[in-house]
């Protein structure tokens, strides 16, 4: 049972106190005190497969330096059936725990506390040993799930009981059941994946009685004092979902049957609306963990309830529990981006936070291609052992001078590891500002966290002591002096040869992002990569940002109060406004447009594109731009024909033509370098443009500064 927060006043030593008192008041669970109000959320980081936990014992000991309340781990499997893939992570025996005990003493030693999640992915399993309540495959997994027999359930509980009982074995304060986001319990619970007709299905009650079952039996076996999260799966997006009445039923009864604390689970992974990524408004389901603490009120229980999703900042958080939304919030790709989160908060220096965007890039979609999971803004995440930045006095190197052309990312980053390293550096930019392209990300609807990512570099060139001289174009002659020149001078917009393309209607994204060249009502787009995407989606919103709307933006993907329909879906479907401008979008690669773009957020891109009526067109070759007659008026626009025989031309009449063809690297000042005999380090774009992104740019300029 836990007592109410006691505020505490600030100190010069916590002047954050004042900003954040909720988010940094204590939380009693009467057996335990968590510091304040933050639990890192869980997240698979590649980190916890394989014996040797040295490396993520590393990664939460930061984390645990860095002020973090409560930590939970990445999923770890209690038996085999319920493996995420082949060899997964698994706790289920005491020399597994023993291995564990590593994380768990660096985190105590670092004074913070660590849960471990129990994952049971039942038919999302990427095995074929997959089971689950009905033999129903899923839309993510190719393996269909075996059905389990009474016996066979009787025996995922056991490994859950054990799994927690060795977890407590292992050091673990606690445990988190993961009982949400449509894994092994939330298939129980759903009627659409729970087809069973003994006492593990048919009505609600027996439906639910899987995790009521995990949650006692677990409690029984690891005693009062040890922490024990639920992940409640409280609104499931997904159709077939739970109704809100059977969330609030669940919710009770597992807080009544020995949860110590209820953590909010959003949407199954299979569900078609976005729930974590940068386009989804801050805070977006913030709503449905309020909802559920007023039932918790009314029913007078006290069981914290965490909130969860899109919450970055310590603003944000303060804000939930200050208005009783929730009693945590909990942050899990936040605390990735910038390990010491809670420390600069209760110091004061939020704007030195380095913001999570929300972008998956570094995350989740490494995870997705089995890749060691790291953070486009801080490459050091789990890289901790092998990436670090030594102070040059500590591994006695000579001060040197350096001189950093482009401010873009890549620039950035070098310059401010390498000034709080110790050396002098002078960035420069010809532009006016500091940021390169990320100037233009920024101004995409849906794009808005560019801007903390901008303030945050703006911040460490501050206080690491960059001396930056924007306005400044370089060439080779003003770089005499410099001791180690770093060239970061990024691209230019690859020239397509169009015919006709020289005509004033036709635009570079340069133009339409940056320069707001007006663009007409009709427009088409050449080249479908990430800027194309973009482009459209700048071009079809004009202006309005339904990432700043909650409202627009649930209309948009069809979310509602799920007290009103099962699941939280909109009977009716999604509602989004109608487009600003009719967009054609095109590439000359046959098949799908948006091919390359983010794993976890491709489909997010096309989905929001094919809402605003954007016509995807794949297979072209671009002919000519140009004027025509459109029956027998006058019009003008873009020729295109299809396939190797360039048959069927078709113009496309249109106002504007942009151009978002890719890009080359900008090396005109390296080559000057190098033909003076001058050996100038490269990165970011102007070492190489295919496939450039901010995540490769940053990442690459840090490990050359670590090293200079
Ligand atoms: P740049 O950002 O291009 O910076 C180069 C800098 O060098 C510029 O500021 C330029 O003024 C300066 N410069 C050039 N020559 C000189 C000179 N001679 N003297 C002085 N200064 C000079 N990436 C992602 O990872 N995720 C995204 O979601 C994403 N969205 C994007 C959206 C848009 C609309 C655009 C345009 C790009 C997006 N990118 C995204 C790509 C990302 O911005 C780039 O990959 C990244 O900025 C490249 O970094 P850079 O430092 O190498 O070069
Ligand atoms: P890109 O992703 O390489 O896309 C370039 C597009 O131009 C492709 O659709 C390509 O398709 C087309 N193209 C290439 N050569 C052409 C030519 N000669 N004539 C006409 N079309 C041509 O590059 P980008 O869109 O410029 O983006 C630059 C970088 O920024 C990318 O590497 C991307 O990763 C990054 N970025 C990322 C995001 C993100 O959300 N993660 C967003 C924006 C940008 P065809 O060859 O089939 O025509
Ligand atoms: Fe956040 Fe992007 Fe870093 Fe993932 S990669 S933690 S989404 S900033």
Redesign the pocket.
Known sequence: MHTERTMTTATPSQPGLSLYPHLLAPLDLGFTQIKNRVLMGSMHTGLEDGRDLSKLAAYFRERAVGGVGLMVTGGFAPNIAGWAKPFAGTLATSGAARRHEVVTQAVHAAGGKIALQILHTGRYAYHPLAVAPSAIKSPISPFKPFELSARGVERQIRAFVNCAVKAREAGYDGVEIMGSEGYFINQFLAKHTNHRDDAWGGDYSQRMRLPLEIVQRTREAVGPDFILIYRLSMIDLVPGGSAWDEVVTLGKAVAQGGASIINTGIGWHEARVPTIA?SVPRAAFAWVTQKMKAEFKAAGLSTPLVTSNRINTPEVAEQLLAEGSADMVSMARPLLADAEFVNKAAQGRSDEINTCIA?N?ACLDHIFVNKLTSC?VNPRACHETELVYRPISELKVQRKRMAV????????TAATIAAERGHEVHL????PE?????N??K??PG?EE?HEMLRYLKRRVETTGVQLHLN????AADLQGYDEVIV????SPRDPRIEGQDHPQVLS?IDV?RRKKPVGGKVAIIGAG??GF??AEYLVHEGHSTTLDLPAWQAEWGVTDPAAAPGGLRPEGPQPTPPAREVTLLQRKQGKLGDGLGKTTGWIHRAALKMKRVKMVGGVNYERIGAFTDGTNPAWGLLVSYGDKRENPTWIACDNVVLCAGQLP?R??ADELLAMGRKPHL????LEAGE??????IDQ?ARLAARL
């Open positions: 940068t972008c890039q486009l052309v482009g401010a873009g990312p890549a620039g950035l420069f930019d010809a532009a500091i940021g390169g392209q990320l233009m990300a101004v995409i794009k560019f400044t174009a370089v060439n970061a001078t990024g691209v994204y992002l990430g800027i973009d482009v900008l005109t000042l990165i970011g774009g102007a450039l992104d901010a995540k490769r740019a300029a």
